[in-house]
């Protein structure tokens, strides 16, 4: 198993882990998603279809790498994948702007139409595909583009909280902990992009990422919570029809990736100042 020169295993390895289990988790999601209408429009498969053959391939790549040693495999398939899930989040990105924005161009019509950035989580898994082939994961700029990618999802996390809320008038108070929580995430992970950060921020970042795992299992308690009591007569009625129980997950699946950056950019930040004086202090005299 393919192990960094600490000896721990490659966060490579972990990040793709994650980016498979991301697009494997993303079937059901589309599934629940676009049964709302019951796949009307034959180019609403196209992401139900892709999440079902990308992760086949992808672990093709992964055994070809890990069992076999053939890294070129593991890349070219993860390329491929990655390029076409890229593909998929734009238009659909299109595709649900499509369905009402485009035609209005209001405000209104962004918060009720089709969750217009949902397709860009395909966007993202493919260029994170690509990144990790592309990037090595021993250098400090591998950990900082998982952040950045983490920051991404935040900053979807906040937009898909707001619209999908404001669809309702924040019927419930606590709708607003999303919108708060993954604005706290956004500002958390956007300073080390700014100035040079040290440990202690990186811990208390980390703190925060945790706040947001809880967030997100709150949300999904709440959501199907909702569906289970819900108006229809079968609970899969009410899981179409209802808020959707998935969403609130994307705050937990986004931590872990945070995590990982943060995890892999510790490595590579300064120590702290107290560290620094007392190693300059207990070391040994060149004289």
Known sequence: MPRNSQGYIRPRLWLEVFL?????????????????????????????YFSLAAPPLLLIGLAGWLLWGRVMLWRVL??????AAILVGVLGLIFHLESRFFQELTLASLVYSAPFAAPLAYTALGLMLIMNRRVDPDSEEWPRWVLLFALGGFVGNFVFSLADHASNGFFHATEWIPVISSGLAVGFLLVPFLMTVRRGYLAICA???????AVGVLGFYHHFSASWHGPANSLFGNLVSGAPVLAPLLFADVMLLALLGLWVLWQHVPAEMGEQSERAITAPSMH
């Not at 494997?24 to 209408?37: C, R």
């Not at 019951?38 to 180019?43: G, L, V």
């Not at 993860?78 to 390029?83: A, C």
């Not at 703190?207 to 795992?213: K, W």
């Open 207 to 213: 703190a925060v990422m945790l706040l947001q795992g």
């Open 78 to 83: 993860g390329e491929l994948v990655g390029w």
């Open 20 to 48: 498979w289990l991301n697009v494997a988790g993303l079937v059901p999601d589309i599934y629940l998603a676009h049964s709302m209408n019951q796949f009307r429009r034959p180019q609403e498969y196209l992401p139900l």
